[in-house]
């Protein structure tokens, strides 16, 4: 949904009518204007959905361990792997 709340619209139309009735701007521009800013409106909200959509385990940041994550996990692991090797025990 584009628009929960009419008061946003409302608002927006009210400046374009100001400003076409105090002859600061042509009513081309208002229109270009009008239609700019739904067209950046539709491109962000497809963009959040489409975001949105994907699982929380493929972004980053949420329950997803980043690549530095698991090269650090990786790491140490092998410093683990070595140490019970020689027989030294690791703290807790």
């Known amino acids: 949904m ?3 709340d009419p008061t946003s619209t409302l608002l927006d139309l009210a400046i374009a009518v100001s400003r076409l009735y105090l002859g600061v701007h042509w009513a081309t521009d208002v ?3 009008l239609a700019a800013g739904l067209l950046w ?3 962000t909200t ?3 959905e489409l975001v949105r959509q994907i699982p929380p385990t493929r972004r980053a940041g949420e329950g997803a ?3 530095r ?3 650090a996990l ?3 692991r092998l410093q683990a792997a070595l140490c019970a090797r020689q027989g030294v025990r690791l703290a807790a």
């Open 2 to 4: 584009l628009v929960n």
């Open 31 to 33: 229109a270009g204007a």
């Open 41 to 43: 409106l539709a491109a």
């Open 46 to 48: 497809a963009s959040y």
């Open 65 to 67: 361990m980043t690549r």
């Open 69 to 71: 994550a698991h090269e």
């Open 74 to 76: 990786a790491g140490l």
